[in-house]
């Protein structure tokens, strides 16, 4: 996604599509929603050609010293969380729920969020990377693996991701890894949840809709995941794109199955997420557009910088390993602020 002016004073979702309206050519909405309708957004006009994500310097971040680093909630509490959500689950009140954690630094100096955009589509080339203003200072950016959704007249493309591996340097354990993701029971059966709701929302919107049978492996530089790549045909090609953004989100893969328990569930454990979870994209005067889920990001405030990370429980879940799932998905947002997970231990 383009730079926006990191000083613009950003827009709620009805004054960005009435400004919309009547909008010169090549107009476009760029933006990001919060995981819940309580939650901010952030919406801003642009005038250039559909976001690209943005061309990527030679070389990596420089070290980045630290002052402090916490997460909340703490990895011992985080994985209380998942005990409790897991226990929940036992007793037949959800099926799944996702929960995340904050990483809260203080930095030596203020991260230039452009510089910091450019890294991740380096190093995520295949990401969908953004940086929007958020109108207080801050700048959410990131490099999300998911797309939510992508709408080009009556067309629609979806790639949902549930169950994740940490890949490693070792290329043979790097297979491996891969394969015992592909053939996970806990990780197929998370991912067939979230199929299932995103079918049921789509179904009375599309006179077609093309859902594979199982998932294939989705590579990021640093985690596998599985995805499943849904083609559809609507029945109204004038169906605006953040409709179908309101329609479809959150996914099971950022909030939980049944939703509306595990959106409880989220706001005991965790409290607001923000824009954590949400959705950012883009869309023009024609309402077509591309939206995708606010994961592998950050809040950046001057030398301060907040990262988000979650993780999909479903029976069966292992706390620690949940954790570490988290500690991992921390990982591209660190890397393009150049800190080390070595200098982080007690946090993650």
Do not use: Y
Not at 153 to 175: I, K, V
Not at 228 to 252: C, E, G
Not at 265 to 282: D, K, M
Not at 300 to 310: E, Y
Request: net charge neutral.
């Amino acid at each position: 996604m383009h730079l926006l002016d990191p000083h613009a004073a950003p827009l709620t979702a009805a004054q960005a599509r009435h400004a919309l309206h009547g909008a010169p050519d090549g107009t476009h909405l760029l933006g990001a929603i919060g995981f819940t309708p309580q939650d901010p957004a952030a919406f801003h006009l642009a005038h250039s050609t559909p976001p690209t994500p943005t061309a990527a310097p030679s070389t990596s971040a420089a070290p980045t010293g630290i002052l402090h680093a916490a997460s909340r909630p703490a990895p011992d509490a985080f994985e209380a969380n998942v005990a409790r959500a897991a226990a929940t689950i036992a007793r037949g009140e959800l099926h799944k729920v996702v929960l995340g954690r904050t990483l809260d630094l203080h930095l030596h100096a203020a991260p230039d969020p452009s510089a910091v955009t450019a890294r991740l589509a380096q190093g995520a080339p295949d990401a969908f990377v953004f940086s929007v203003p958020l109108g207080d200072g801050a700048q959410l950016v990131g490099a999300s693996p998911e797309r939510l959704l992508s709408k080009r007249g009556a067309q629609l493309r979806l790639r949902p991701l549930a169950g994740t591996r940490a890949r490693h340097a070792d290329p043979a354990e790097d297979l491996r890894r891969a394969h015992d993701l592909l053939h996970s029971a806990k990780d197929r059966h998370e991912h067939a949840l979230m199929i299932a709701a995103i079918r049921e929302t789509l179904a009375p919107l599309c006179r077609e809709l093309t859902v594979p049978d199982a998932p294939r492996l989705v590579q990021t530089p640093g985690l596998w995941h599985l995805g499943t790549s849904i083609h559809a045909t609507l029945r109204d090609p004038d169906l605006h794109v953040l409709d179908l953004v309101s329609a479809v989100h959150p996914t099971p893969a950022v909030c939980g199955v049944p939703a509306p328990a595990a959106r409880d569930l989220i706001g005991t454990l965790e409290g607001p997420r923000g824009f954590f979870a949400g959705a950012v994209g883009w869309c023009d005067a024609r309402g077509d557009g591309e939206w995708a889920v606010t994961i592998r990001c950050a809040r950046l405030c001057g030398p301060h910088a907040h990262l988000f990370a979650g993780a999909g429980i479903v029976a069966g879940s292992d706390p620690a390993r949940e954790r570490a799932e988290t500690a991992a998905k921390f990982g591209t947002m660190l890397r393009a602020l150049g800190v080390s997970p070595l200098d982080l231990e007690g946090a993650l």
